[in-house]
Every structure is written in structure tokens, then in C-alpha cells.
């Protein structure tokens, strides 16, 4: 078993995630390859190594020696793939894709040049829609994507990466807990239809009973940068704000500096994931791995 690590990998990710259903999204393979997987290594050991909970799944005592001996070999592992990664010398470009709010509020040029240093080459950055970050995944085109819209593909791992919280912004000064009521109020800016963030919006506003046909909406714009721009260059009306809904992230030096102004739905928070994504070919691509942990390392 020791030559196959694929089996230990399956039975790390599943003990690290207390789940077959998140190993699986995580390896990219289905949960009964999960499962047979397990079934294999406790066949191989004539033991049990893990156990059902109605809450996850909990390591036997066997589990846990065999948690603990994993982990070594995995180490190991990775160590290996640096060192031949440094005899190889693979000079090469990375391709990231991003999608528009993360591209331009989230992954900074800075972000970029360490990320190039972590893994001793050159990274390019790909800004697009979410949908095309995916079809150039599937195209070979990109290597890795960070996406805001979960556009599920079985050809591609998804992994969650950090949550975003989307505020009403205003151009003025507005209560920062806003009523269901107060929304009818505002002059608004709104993404366009079929935008995954309209989609977000309105279904958070039905949920609370709010109809967006009755808003007086000034515009329909494709992007967060408009939306910013529109706002901050719309007249300052105190008795009526423009306002739009907006990532914290982008937003985000505008409030420091007092441009613009946030606001929360009083009993609600907006939020979403963002996610990365790269080919289920790429799963045990050392680049690939070396970019991913450092995005999910905190890093960028």
C-alpha cells in the first residue's frame, strides 16, 4: 500500500475534513471512490480506521497511528517534489485567471511578485467573468482560477476559499443598519441582470419581502469599477443617496477614506464564497499545489 500514497492521501483528506462528501469535492473523485478507497486500506490492515457519526466521522485508535504515519510519508513527499522541482529549474510562466472583484480589489500586484517568488517563476493574471475563468480552465488556457461564482464543472476541483460580504454603499452618509423599508428611499445602481451578484441580491431581497421592481434605479452597469465610479461621481444628496450593492473588498479604501459610505440590512448578512479552481488533471501538479496553498495560506 505504501506505493499506492493515492489510498493514504484519500484517507488524510478524509480524516482532515471529517467528511467522504467534502474529501470528495476536494479530490475531485466521487464519494463511493471515496468510500472503496477506505474499504481498501481497512481490508489491507484488517482493521477499522474510521468511523460513521451522525455529526462526521471519527478516527478508530488504528486510525490515528495510521493518521499519524501518513502524515510523515506526506511530508516526505513534499519535501521530494521542492527538491525535484529545483533540479528541474522549470522556467515557466503561471496563468492565473481571476474573476473582476477579486482580479482588481482582492489579488494585488504585490500579492502577485510573491507569489512568483514562492514558486521561482513568472505568474500572469487573467481578469474575466467567472464563466470564462472556467471555460479557460477546461481549455488549458489558465492554470488555476479564483472565482466569485460557483460555475460547478465535474471536469474541475472547487475549493472554498474565503467569504465575501456584499454592503449596501452610499455616496453619502446613511444609517449603518438599514430597515427593509428604507431600501425604497435610495436612487440605486445596479449590476445587470444575470450577473451572479444581481442573482445573490435578489434572492436576498425576496427572501425579506423586497421587491427591486419598485426601486428607482438609475442604471444598470456590468461591473463593480463602473458601479464605484457612478457612485462617487453621482450628486451628493443627502435627502436621496445613491446607493448600489457592493463586495466589502471593493470598497473597501473608499469607506476608509470616507469617498463612500456601508450599510447592513438590519437581521441580515449578504455573503457568498469564493472559490478556487483548477483541473482534476492538475491534482497532483506540484505548481499547481504550491500556488493553491499559498492562496489558501493567506497569503493574497
Not at 517563476?121 to 477546461?138: G, T
Not at 458601479?227 to 435627502?239: F, G, H, M, V, Y
Amino acid at each position: 500500500m505504501l506505493k499506492d500514497f493515492v489510498k493514504l492521501e484519500t484517507f488524510l483528506t478524509v480524516a482532515r475534513e471529517r467528511s467522504f462528501s467534502k474529501a470528495s469535492a476536494k479530490l475531485g473523485i466521487s464519494q463511493p471512490a471515496v468510500t472503496q478507497q477506505i474499504k481498501f486500506i481497512e481490508k489491507y490492515l484488517a482493521c477499522k480506521v474510521i468511523e460513521r457519526k451522525k455529526n462526521g466521522i471519527k478516527l478508530t485508535s488504528e486510525g490515528e497511528e495510521l493518521y499519524k504515519v501518513a502524515t510523515r510519508i506526506e511530508k516526505e513527499i513534499i519535501a521530494s517534489e521542492q527538491d525535484i522541482l529545483k533540479i528541474i529549474d522549470k522556467k515557466i510562466t503561471f496563468r492565473l485567471g481571476a474573476s473582476y472583484t477579486i482580479g482588481t480589489y482582492i489579488i494585488p500586484g504585490q500579492c502577485l511578485n510573491t507569489m512568483g517568488s514562492a514558486i521561482n517563476n513568472d505568474v500572469s493574471l487573467d481578469i474575466d467573468h467567472s464563466e470564462a475563468i472556467i471555460a479557460k480552465l477546461k481549455d488549458r488556457k489558465l492554470d488555476v482560477g479564483l472565482i466569485e461564482s460557483p460555475v460547478m464543472d465535474n471536469d474541475l476541483i472547487y475549493r472554498e476559499w474565503i467569504e465575501d460580504e456584499l454592503m449596501v454603499v452610499s455616496n453619502v452618509p446613511i444609517s449603518k443598519t438599514l430597515k427593509t423599508e428604507e431600501l425604497y428611499d435610495f436612487n440605486w445602481i445596479c449590476r445587470n441582470e444575470g450577473s451572479y451578484t444581481r442573482r445573490v441580491v435578489t434572492e436576498v431581497f425576496e427572501e425579506l419581502g423586497v421587491s427591486c421592481k419598485s426601486f428607482n434605479v438609475l442604471s444598470e452597469v456590468s461591473n463593480t469599477t463602473t458601479i464605484l465610479q457612478t457612485l462617487k461621481k453621482s450628486e451628493r444628496n443627502p435627502e436621496k443617496p445613491v446607493v448600489s450593492i457592493l463586495s466589502r473588498h471593493a470598497v473597501a479604501d473608499e469607506v476608509a477614506n470616507g469617498e463612500l459610505f456601508e450599510a447592513r440590512l438590519r437581521g441580515y448578512t449578504m455573503t457568498r464564497k469564493f472559490y478556487i479552481v483548477y483541473s482534476k488533471a492538475n491534482k497532483h501538479n506540484a505548481y499547481v499545489d504550491n500556488v493553491v496553498n499559498y492562496i489558501l495560506a493567506g497569503h493574497c
